[in-house]
């Protein structure tokens, strides 16, 4: 199935993408490139916000569908950088530019997918692409609103786009921000009166090293919790009477963000204000059809500790593409073009592997 044409539609794509700057917020003009991507080979595309979304040409509302999605948004370009972040720079089998491996590649590469079967008919399931906004800050302006919107179909599983050398994650972490205050009572610090909320944090946060959930996940391993931020008094000679700091938990798919939260309360003496309760964690059955189809492939899979849309699917996932992780937010941020062959090749493959997989059930 795979066509050197493929490649070269991709890089074109890829290369457009990385000249437009499309800060998350910020990715109007992205959306334009897509759409005229869509429209200049005869698909028919639509947008919501600065989400743009596709159905494959024998869309039927009676079959399951399949999301194709990535993102089109970027993190600011640090000032590292050597080269120009918005231009596509070649060099050595390598694209250098801003969003190229997070997640450029793997969204072209998705676009290629779906055009190579966009046609096809007799499909055992529809395909709807999905190239989104705001993964980056996980806003609620991508993803999350783009399936709550009216036109868009209902989907029964989903590839997420995203830079993994190809190995496919099974499962992800979520994520849940809580900011906690401990509380004290003021005083003179030259006098043994008052309650320091300070040291009363110090003994929450000595908890939290020390506390270990009970449910490990043979996938995502345990729920990590981490205070990363902290902040306590105003003047030298007063002792403090609250003390704010920052939990940072990452949660296996054994428990809910909500659970976490409640266990948590049940130790800590201090307030717990969870930011969002949004970024769940997520894990499919290894004997769903996808899943099945990367083992006939011979595809590795492995437990994602990194966030992405994802964690506001709220069907059956996973998370595959071409690219790197580490290279994500780094100054000269790059994908080798050979990874992009391997991305529309991969991309194509699981798919050609569902169809075999659903007609085996059937």
Known sequence: MYKESDFLEAKLLITQLIACPSLSKEEAGTAKIIHDFFENKGIKSEQFLNNIWAKNAHFDPSKPSVLLNSHHDTVKANASWTFDPWTATEIDGKLIGLGSNDAGASLVCLIQTFCSFYAQENLPFNLVL???????????????????????????????????????????????????????????????????????????????????????????????TTVTIINAGKQHNVIPDTCEFSIDCRVNECYTLEEVLDILKQELSSDLIPRSIRLQPSRIDENHVICLAAKALGLSTFGSPTLSDQSLLTCPSVKIGPGHSGRSHTADEFIYLDEIKQGIQTYQQLLTQSIIQYQHKS
């Open 130 to 224: 999905a190239a989104t906004a705001e993964e980056e800050i996980s806003g609620k302006n991508g993803i999350e609103a783009l399936l709550q919107s009216p036109n868009f179909p209902k989907i029964d599983w989903a590839i997420v786009g995203e830079p993994t050398d190809c190995q496919m994650a099974t499962a992800e972490k979520g994520l849940m921000v809580i900011d906690a205050v401990a509380h004290g009572k003021a005083g003179h610090a030259a006098r043994n009166e008052g309650i320091n909320a300070i040291y009363v944090a110090m003994k929450d946060i000595q908890k939290i090293e020390n506390f270990q959930f009970e449910k490990v996940s043979p996938v995502l391993g345990p729920v990590k």
